[in-house]
Nanobody, 115 residues
Framework: QVQLVESGGGLVQPGGSLRLSCAAS????????MSWYRQAPGQERELVAVISSFDERTNYADSVKGRFTISRDNAKKLVYLQMNRLKPEDTAVYYC????????WGQGTQVTVSS
């Protein structure tokens, strides 16, 4: 069955870095664009970054441009989110998303940016 499993979250100081990973299985990973979303407490889930399938074009929320980088490894069925110069406002649960059917979500990984 389809699975998306995120990892790599944790506690980091402002200005620090984290790399999130999303392991995909159960579908033809290389054929789908993939996305990262995040949801902070009391806020709606928001799109952070997206990467297309074959040409790997990327797009980012304005709030993370120049700091975050999304990438993918089709052979390993992984999508990454490299997060640099993290800010307290980046604190959220980060979710991997695949546009399968009505949309498929991972379970999320917590990122906390705090001193």
């Amino acid at each position: 069955q389809v699975q998306l499993v995120e990892s790599g979250g944790g506690l980091v100081q402002p200005g620090g870095s984290l790399r999130l990973s999303c392991a995909a299985s159960g579908f033809t990973f290389s054929a789908y664009g993939m996305s990262w979303y995040r949801q902070a407490p009391g806020q709606e889930r928001e799109l952070v970054a997206v990467i297309s399938s074959f040409d790997e074009r990327t797009n980012y929320a304005d709030s993370v441009k120049g700091r975050f980088t999304i990438s993918r490894d089709n052979a390993k069925k992984l999508v990454y989110l490299q997060m640099n110069r993290l800010k307290p406002e980046d604190t959220a649960v980060y979710y991997c998303y695949a546009p399968l059917g009505r949309g498929f979500w991972g379970q999320g990984t917590q990122v906390t940016v705090s001193s």
